[in-house]
């Protein structure tokens, strides 16, 4: 078998540094906001080159939280992408404002700068872009609506850590960046936790007490808040692994360039690098039109892939409250295209030339 991802060998390549400090957290007996979370804020800080990161419990939240402290609520739109995975749309959907959704740009599967403008309303406070699959969305032309129309940027980065944009990680380039450190992500806990990253400090300082209960202090609380506080063991965790994460990025890059290397002779699309971008691979994203018996073919061989997103957002049943009446052309058709191989920093030389010579096998 091999597979999506290998969580086991990871753990392997760091657990002795990983259970002494999961062992120094349980002496402590100190568990939640503590030294680790503000140890790791500050590492995570200077990682993205950013002022402040505030470590909540999810990526999800990271996304909630983000949008809230910028009071977009009943009444207000946002502008996002329905190819992405629904806690992007879902963090919008709960402050209780109502999701706009653009298409992608076909090579990148990221949000198209394009058909933004078209969509801003009087109503318009903020635009969501997706940094998908690892690669960056191309921001420039965002940044400059953000100017002319006095929006908000929030950054989805979920499948983006140490991804860069001319330059600059992705996160540091909007108002506010998020992040998820889902165990499967470049940079995962082993267990949920996410991070919202900023210059602000004013929203740093009001997102501190809104993942804590809106407490300025204990038992006195501002505003109403949210439970949503990254742990002390997965803050340790995380601290560790990020000293691995630019070592960890390499590897998927160089697996990824295999891959194009032996598959570029195929009749697939392959994933591309824009000039603008660092692409760090979270996912290997291929096309085709025969997906489904690609896909089975691979299974049957003991290759596990996966269809990151079979059905788009603003398809989804949770959504029909909207009733959107038109079509996302570039989203629906890759939707039936995509496939995703295996790809992480444990995947050896081999594995990559077996799966994509099964791969060619089964298309020829």
Not at 32 to 53: A, P, Q, R, W
Not at 194 to 219: C, H, P, W
């Amino acid at each position: 078998m091999i597979p999506m991802i290998n969580l086991k060998k990871e753990y392997a390549e760091i657990s002795t540094e990983i259970n002494q400090n999961i062992q120094r957290v349980l002496n402590n007996g100190f568990f939640v906001l503590g030294e680790e979370v503000k140890k790791f804020e500050e590492d995570f800080s200077d990682y993205i080159n950013t002022k402040y990161s505030i470590g909540v419990n999810s990526g999800s939240d990271a996304l909630f939280l983000a949008l809230r402290s910028l009071e977009i609520g009943k009444g207000d739109e946002v502008i996002t992408v329905s190819h992405t995975f629904t806690s992007t749309v879902d963090a919008i959907s709960r402050n209780c404002a109502k999701p706009i959704f653009v298409d992608i740009d076909p090579n990148t599967y990221c949000m198209d700068p394009s058909q933004v403008e078209e969509k801003i309303t009087d109503k318009t406070k903020a635009i969501l872009p997706v940094h998908l699959y690892g690669h960056p969305v191309n921001m420039d032309p965002i940044c400059d609506l953000k100017e002319k129309y006095d929006l908000y940027i929030v950054e989805d980065a979920a499948q983006a850590h140490a991804a860069e944009y001319k330059g600059k990680k992705v996160g540091v380039i909007g108002d506010l960046g998020c992040f998820s450190f889902y165990p499967t992500k470049n940079l995962g806990a082993y267990g949920d936790g996410g991070a919202i990253v900023t210059s602000n400090e004013e929203l740093n300082e009001k997102l501190l007490i809104m993942r804590d209960y809106g407490q300025s202090e204990k038992f006195y609380h501002d505003f109403v808040g949210v439970n949503s506080r990254l742990d002390e063991i997965q803050a340790a965790i995380l601290k560790t692994k990020l000293e691995y994460l630019d070592e960890w990025t390499e590897r998927r890059i160089k697996n990824a360039k295999l891959y194009n290397e032996i598959l570029q002779s195929s009749d697939l699309v392959l994933p591309i690098e824009k000039d603008y971008a660092k692409h760090v691979y979270h996912l290997y994203v291929i096309r085709t039109e025969n997906r489904d018996y690609l896909k089975n073919k691979l299974m049957k061989n003991g290759i596990q892939t996966q269809i990151h997103y079979p059905l788009p957002v603003y398809k989804q049943k949770a959504y029909s409250y909207l009733d959107i009446d038109f079509s996302l052309e570039v989203t629906d058709r890759i939707c039936n295209e995509i496939l995703s191989l295996p790809l992480h920093p444990w995947l050896v030389e081999e594995d990559v030339i077996q799966v994509s010579e099964m791969i060619i096998n089964a298309l020829s």
